[in-house]
């Protein structure tokens, strides 16, 4: 893949650190020209752990959990926010979450793995996946997690076989294709049915599915999932989620006389990448969500079901930055400037994948506007390997800390070894101390299992 060309009549935007508003963590802030976050110095930090060094700021996290349960519990009378943890996944995480009152989202025996390794409550813990496969489906059963939500027929027959051979009776969701695709800024309608999660509701067959899931032994269906997407800016397709699934929960209780207990209506709420990304509240997306489930439970006459939603990247992204040091410059006349860093794709594929938008500053010249428009690259052997395509940064020189924002969701899940790479470090900061949550990979590590 290639790099796009640099637009070098862009002007760098001139802005410091302090402007990035809304992409920083909560308690960032600049001391003599150096970042803090949770009262850290990003410089100290970097020095002492080494690069790639992922950081997270442990106060916002808790705060956004704080802000999704208590939004709720102000506009709704019975809601649950499960963590989806396949936004960022270890074990501290996870007992923070708990320690928070979140729920958790878990899509795999691995993520299950890690929630029983930290005595997450099982009642509180639901799985998703378009394919869990028959031993993840026996680890769930029987670690007795809270609800399986099915995703097709087939699991049904499976979760239904496991659970009589276990003994006990499994409640379940069915997982719901509304047929609303949502957009950061519109809402598409068309070609959303095309999706390999759930069961879609084209020739009614989600509908006809509810009748085999009530005629099936060993599970006890009590309720609905849906989720629309990710990143989502515009509230109105939360709304319009909603619509749908209250109809389709009305016509469940008027043909087949079963009134849900939960309606989940998934994840997807957006954060801010950029300076200027202006996604809605967590505050909004609770009062608009509790909102349209109490007009349409009204309108149908339905009892309020418990809400539940399903929080990723609105819980970590602007929780977590990565700090690189910088090794290697190098100026392309009229074409680009290249700032390379101790990391790249290998910790953050967002960026080679789709294009992500990223802020990034100097840590150690975080009081200074950022000038020039450069391209932050990886060490690996790809071409398109970059964390910032074209950002606004400080003159950069060798030894510098560069501080990537809201790099805290998707980010260290989907990171890999590439060119033999081992994972970063992991350190939670917080009134001024900071702890490694997950230590760095060795080369050891990286060899463990070979033989
Ligand atoms: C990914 C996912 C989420 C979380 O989505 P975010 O956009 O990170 O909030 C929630 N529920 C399900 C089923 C998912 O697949």
């Known amino acids: 893949m290639s790099l796009p060309k640099s637009d070098l009549t862009k002007q760098a935007d001139g802005r410091t650190t302090m402007e990035l508003g809304p992409v920083l963590p909560k308690t960032a802030d600049v001391r003599d020209g150096h970042l803090f976050i949770g009262g850290v110095d990003m410089v100290e930090?970097?020095?002492?752990?080494?690069?790639?060094?992922?950081?997270?700021?442990?106060?916002?996290?808790?705060?956004?959990?704080?802000?999704?349960?208590?939004?709720?519990?102000?506009?709704?009378?019975?809601?649950?926010?499960?963590?989806?943890?396949?936004?960022?996944?270890?074990?501290?995480?996870?007992?923070?979450?708990?320690?928070?009152?979140?729920?958790?989202?878990?899509?795999?025996?691995?993520?299950?793995?890690?929630?029983?390794?930290?005595?997450?409550?099982?009642?509180?813990?639901?799985?998703?996946?378009?394919?869990?496969?028959?031993?993840?489906?026996?680890?769930?059963?029987?670690?007795?997690?809270?609800?399986?939500?099915?995703?097709?027929?087939?699991?049904?027959?499976?979760?239904?076989?496991?659970?009589?051979?276990?003994?006990?009776v499994q409640k379940v969701l069915m997982r719901i294709t509304p047929g609303v695709e949502a957009d950061t800024h519109e809402y598409i309608k068309t070609g959303c049915e095309d999706s390999k999660f759930g069961f879609t509701m084209l020739d009614d067959?989600?509908?006809?599915?509810?009748?085999?899931?009530?005629?099936?032994?060993?599970?006890?269906?009590?309720?609905?999932?849906?989720?629309?997407?990710?990143?989502?800016?515009?509230?109105?397709?939360?709304?319009?989620?909603?619509?749908?699934?209250?109809?389709?929960?009305?016509?469940?209780?008027?043909?087949?006389?079963?009134?849900?207990?939960?309606?989940?209506?998934?994840?997807?709420?957006?954060?801010?990448?950029?300076?200027?990304?202006?996604?809605?509240?967590?505050?909004?997306?609770?009062?608009?969500?509790?909102?349209?489930?109490?007009?349409?439970?009204?309108?149908?006459?339905?009892?309020?079901?418990?809400?539940?939603?399903?929080p990723g990247r609105s819980l970590v992204a602007n929780a977590g930055v990565t700090l690189y040091t910088v090794g290697v410059m190098k100026t392309l006349p009229n074409i680009r400037k290249y700032v390379a860093i101790d990391g790249g794709m290998s910790d953050n594929v967002r960026t080679a994948l789709y294009h992500a938008d990223y802020e990034a500053t100097i840590a150690n010249k975080a009081d200074q506007p950022r000038t020039e428009i450069v391209t932050l690259c990886g060490k690996h052997c790809e071409s398109g390997d970059a964390v910032v395509l074209d950002g606004s940064l400080q003159h950069a020189d060798l030894d510098d800390i560069v501080c990537v924002f809201a790099t805290g969701a998707y980010c260290y899940t989907m990171s890999s070894t590439y060119n033999g790479q081992p994972h970063p470090a992991i350190v939670f900061v917080r009134d001024g101390q900071a702890r490694v949550v997950t230590r760095r990979e060795t080369y050891e590590d990286l060899m463990a299992r070979d033989v």
């Open 45 to 168: 930090l970097a020095r002492e752990q080494g690069t790639a060094l992922y950081v997270f700021d442990e106060a916002d996290l808790r705060d956004r959990m704080r802000q999704y349960r208590e939004s709720f519990a102000a506009n709704y009378p019975n809601a649950g926010v499960l963590y989806a943890s396949k936004a960022f996944l270890n074990k501290e995480v996870l007992r923070i979450a708990n320690e928070e009152g979140m729920f958790l989202d878990v899509s795999g025996g691995g993520e299950l793995a890690c929630a029983q390794a930290v005595g997450f409550p099982m009642e509180r813990v639901f799985m998703h996946g378009n394919y869990k496969t028959e031993a993840e489906l026996r680890e769930a059963i029987s670690a007795g997690v809270g609800r399986i939500v099915l995703d097709t027929r087939l699991e049904l027959a499976r979760v239904s076989r496991i659970a009589g051979e276990l003994g006990v």
């Open 205 to 310: 067959f989600a509908f006809k599915c509810v009748g085999d899931v009530l005629g099936t032994p060993n599970v006890d269906l009590v309720g609905f999932h849906c989720h629309i997407g990710s990143q989502i800016f515009a509230l109105h397709s939360f709304v319009e989620a909603v619509q749908v699934m209250a109809k389709f929960v009305a016509r469940v209780r008027d043909e087949y006389g079963l009134y849900v207990e939960d309606l989940d209506m998934g994840g997807g709420l957006g954060v801010a990448y950029l300076a200027d990304d202006k996604p809605s509240s967590i505050a909004e997306f609770a009062e608009c969500t509790a909102n349209a489930v109490m007009e349409a439970s009204l309108e149908y006459g339905l009892p309020l079901p418990r809400l539940l939603v399903e």
